[in-house]
């Protein structure tokens, strides 16, 4: 029988708290599993505690107050969770850093949080802080995980100096539970990110209502976890609910060795947004292709009679007599999927943004739980999740336990209840725009809510482009940087559940003839919009245009156009908006083309 061993956050006080309560009831067990130096090694909580004390006692030594803010910069690695509970140990508020964030936007948050204290990885990061190291100037210490030495720089520090020998955990300064805990920087509607600041009983509360209805763990679940643990997806629900648990998590190498990773750890618990499905999908696919009729044949059959199951054992369909076909489907064709994926997976959770019907389709057909949920930074995360007995994989299911959600008067969705932020940092106004005088927040998002109490999400109130894995763009501002260029007269950028951005972009007639001119080619050929040096030349200056904005909203390819949009074309309102929808139908072509190999 499977075991349950939840900490309520009663039982917790706080996220450090929520730690030490694990140490005390799991001293033994295998907290995480990491691979170092060509072996996978697990670490108990016993081991975890002691490691949590000699970053305390480090941190103890630097001349910080409680409140004061750190920033963390690495992959996901058990040092992430040493020094996050260390910091909060101390009262000190944790900032998470995306390790592939330009240095610039990572000065601007920095500066922003007024960050006293960073922990990174490796020479490589180095060199990327020091080309913005002038603006740096408030951090009082820089910690290398690698040994790093520097003679320009006397704050930088490895861990292996940093750290004492030995150290025993000292009692933490009273924290209670509405405190804060965190800034978590997230895109808004301007080129800069805002400063999300969720407390202790935010992040808190959204794991232990998805423990008590939404998603069941139990004491011998094992993670897989390869998400960001800057991402507060993860970081909830691949870090701190598995805590509260008391489930094991394994860190993956890396992205490209995933494949791998999941065959080794064989997880029972994946957390993930729709882009490595997605990937997933596009390798079936493409394999289908090639195969003989028969093998097609055979797959669509497992992934309809699969589906016809899943819809019976969720009592919304009659039972079959072709399931009696499913063993041998099974055998054939559904172990052969999920045994890339380790085998084991009893859930399958997909967030961040949304999963197309035919992708959650197939893989659920196929006897993969994949269970679609929905959430904002802003409610640490999760808003609605898919229980495993009560899945529409269509949705992002219901309310978490303890949510109150309402209509707003455009259809938009209003959630209220202990997951929402404190507010934005150091941003009043931005706080009161999103949450009201009684505590509504207001996602932006238009839904619908079926009887059965399921949130189809319908579209955006907020023109946000949300990729595929889970980055938020505000497509508006940079398109208002891209028209900065004068060889641009039009610009929308597109990405809506894409793996990355791109550009349709209308030249300016004058513009484009000289640009045409300086890189020798003919303005008045069609082919020439096509040709890879001004493709190359033109990106160019979309990607000065964006320095401003965070990594991630990065333009990848570009769709160069001669035609203006107008109001007689159909592609502009008469109050002259483009017509995002009518210019995606009416280059749909294009845009497929422009993702063609990703």
């Known amino acids: 029988m499977q075991q349950t061993d939840v900490i309520s956050p009663e039982q917790a006080g706080n996220l450090h708290g929520l730690f030490l309560e694990r140490v005390r009831r799991s001293p033994d067990k295998t907290a995480y599993r990491y691979f170092q130096q060509g072996a996978w090694r697990d670490i108990s909580w016993r081991e975890m505690l002691g490691e949590v004390a000699r970053w305390q006692a480090a941190l103890s030594k630097v001349d910080l107050a409680k409140g004061d803010r750190v920033a963390i910069m690495l992959r996901n690695c058990p040092q992430w969770v040493m020094f996050d509970q260390a910091a909060m140990s101390l009262g000190l508020v944790v900032v998470p850093l995306y390790t592939v964030d330009r240095p610039d936007n990572i000065a601007y948050i920095v500066k922003d949080a007024d960050v006293k204290v960073l922990l990174f990885e490796n020479e490589e990061q180095w060199q990327a802080l020091r080309t913005v190291r002038d603006q740096l100037g408030g951090i009082q210490c820089f910690i290398s995980i690698d040994p790093l030495s520097d003679s320009d720089e006397p704050r930088l520090v490895s861990m292996l100096k940093f750290l004492p020998a030995d150290a025993h955990l000292r ?3 009273p924290i209670r539970g509405n405190e804060l805990a965190s800034i978590i920087y997230t895109s808004g509607t301007t080129g800069r990110p805002k400063g999300v600041m ?5 992040m808190l509360s959204n794991a232990h209502a998805l423990l008590l209805e939404t998603f069941k763990v139990y004491c011998d679940d094992l993670f897989l976890s390869f998400l960001p643990l800057s991402h507060t997806f993860e970081r909830t629900c691949g870090y701190y609910l598995p805590i509260m648990a008391g489930a094991t998590v394994a860190y993956a190498r890396s992205i490209p060795l995933l494949s791998e990773d999941l065959q080794i750890i064989r997880p029972t618990i994946m957390i993930s947004v729709p882009r490595i499905y997605e990937r997933m999908y596009g390798t079936i696919s493409a394999k289908l292709a090639e195969s003989s009729p028969l093998k097609r044949a055979l797959f669509q059959l497992a992934v309809d009679i699969g589906w016809a199951r899943f819809l019976y054992q969720q009592g919304r369909g009659p039972w079959k007599a072709s399931f ?18 380790g085998g084991n997976l009893r859930s399958a959770i997909s967030g961040g943004a949304a999963l197309a019907p035919e992708i959650s389709h197939m893989f659920v057909g196929l006897g993969l739980p994949v269970l679609q949920g929905y959430g904002l930074t802003e409610t640490s995360p999760v808003i609605a999740g898919n229980p495993l007995e009560n899945n529409f994989p269509d949705s992002v299911g219901k309310p978490i336990h303890g949510l109150q959600v309402k209509l707003g008067s455009q259809n938009e969705l209003l959630v209220k209840g202990p997951n929402v932020m404190l507010g934005y940092w150091n941003n009043p106004e931005a706080t009161r725009a999103m949450i009201d005088a009684d505590g509504w927040l207001n996602t932006g998002d238009t839904v619908g809510i079926s009887d059965s109490g399921h949130i189809y999400i319908a579209g955006r109130i907020k023109e946000i482009i949300v990729m595929s894995n889970g980055e938020k763009i505000p497509p508006n501002d940079m398109e208002m940087a891209i028209l900065r260029d004068p060889l641009f007269d039009q610009a929308m950028i597109y990405g809506e559940g894409k793996p990355y951005l791109v550009a349709l972009v209308v030249l300016n007639p004058e513009a484009w003839l000289q640009f045409a001119k300086q890189i020798n080619v003919r303005p008045d050929m069609p082919e020439s919009l096509t040709d890879s040096v001004v493709q190359a030349e033109a990106l160019e200056h979309i990607a000065d245009n964006l320095r ?9 390819r570009v769709l160069l156009l001669q035609e203006p949009w107008s109001i007689e074309n159909g592609l502009l309102t008469p109050t002259l908006k483009v017509k995002r929808a009518k210019v995606v139908e009416r280059f749909a072509a294009e845009i497929k083309e422009l993702y063609e190999g990703h």
């Open 198 to 202: 969720l407390s202790h009983d935010n």
């Open 171 to 173: 009692q933490a300064p």
């Open 548 to 556: 401003a904005f965070p990594g991630y909203a990065k333009v990848h």
């Open 324 to 341: 009696l076909l499913w063993p041998l489907l099974n055998k054939l064709v559904a172990e052969k999927i999920t045994a890339r994926l």
